[in-house]
C-alpha cells in the first residue's frame, strides 16, 4: 500500500509540474499576443 500511495503522490507531482509549465507557456504566449495588440494603440 505504501509504494502505492507514493505512486499516486510521485504522478500527481508529475502532473502538477506539466499543468504549471504548461499554464507558464501559455501566459507567456498571450502576454506576446497582448503585447502585439496593444502597442499600435499606445502610440
Known amino acids: 500500500m505504501r509504494s502505492?500511495?507514493?505512486k499516486i503522490?510521485?504522478?500527481s507531482d508529475d502532473l502538477s509540474d506539466k499543468i504549471?509549465?504548461?499554464i507558464n507557456?501559455?501566459?507567456g504566449k498571450n502576454?506576446?499576443?497582448l503585447m502585439r495588440c496593444e502597442?499600435?494603440?499606445s502610440n
Do not use: M, R, S, V
Request: proline fraction near 6%; aromatic fraction near 22%; avoid cysteine.
Open 4 to 6: 502505492f500511495e507514493k
Open 31 to 33: 502576454n506576446l499576443y
Open 39 to 41: 502597442a499600435p494603440q
Open 20 to 22: 504549471t509549465a504548461a
Open 25 to 27: 507557456y501559455f501566459d
Open 9 to 11: 503522490i510521485k504522478e
